[in-house]
């Protein structure tokens, strides 16, 4: 295994009755690189996900993150290894603002109550550090697909995310969203984060990727 290996997947196997959906699938992320995960549908992609946050356990195999072995994640665990997912459904509170999204379940102050201004404050630099402008008081079921989904990016970093898993994240895009998603990408890879970043869209990878692996029938 390389020194640089942020994230080693080894022979990882995860069976449902009548079908292997990973069948001793092994992989190395390196640290600091955009890593493409491609592949048609049902190739294994999602399944590989979800081990890796914590949401499914494999049968078989190890997931090894900055050298800690592990024989599964949790999703507790897999957050305290740096590890954030970004699906295709975004997973926020459409009826709370930017900022209450960006910090839900977080506590930012000491005390018994949310400070809403300080929240608003830190989601400010957060969205500065990715240098986009977005209001931090609006609800996010009023902002567009494109600034939902820097939400997400924001919520990540917040949590000091290591390692960034993005599942087809330009699906609902238009180009020059495209542009800026690739943009914030490579500003987070120049600050060290590693990107596994999922796509059907092979001209992308020519964009965005340092390496790309590919699954097909979970292998």
Known sequence: MPENTILSVRNIVKTYPGVIAINHFSMDVREG????????????????????SGAITPDEGTVCVCGKEFASMTPKLAKEQGIEVIYQEFTLVPGISAAENVFLGEKTKPGLFVDIKEREKRARELFERLNVDIDVSKP?????????????????????????????????????????????????????????????????????????TVMRDGC
Not at 33 to 52: D, F, M, P, R
Not at 179 to 197: A, H, M, N
Request: glycine share 4%; proline share 3%; hydrophobic share 45%.
């Open 140 to 212: 996010v079921k009023n902002l567009s697909p494109a600034h939902q989904q820097l939400v997400e990016i924001a919520k990540a970093v917040s949590k000091q995310v290591k390692i960034l898993i993005m599942d087809e994240p330009t699906a609902p895009l238009t180009v020059s969203e495209v542009e800026t998603l690739f943009r914030i990408i490579k500003d987070l890879k120049s600050q060290g984060v590693t990107v596994i970043y999922i796509s059907h869209r092979l001209e992308e990878l020519f964009e965005i990727a340092d390496r790309v």
């Open 33 to 52: 690189e955009v890593h493409a995960l491609i592949g048609e549908n049902g190739a294994g992609k999602s399944t590989l996900i979800k081990t890796l």
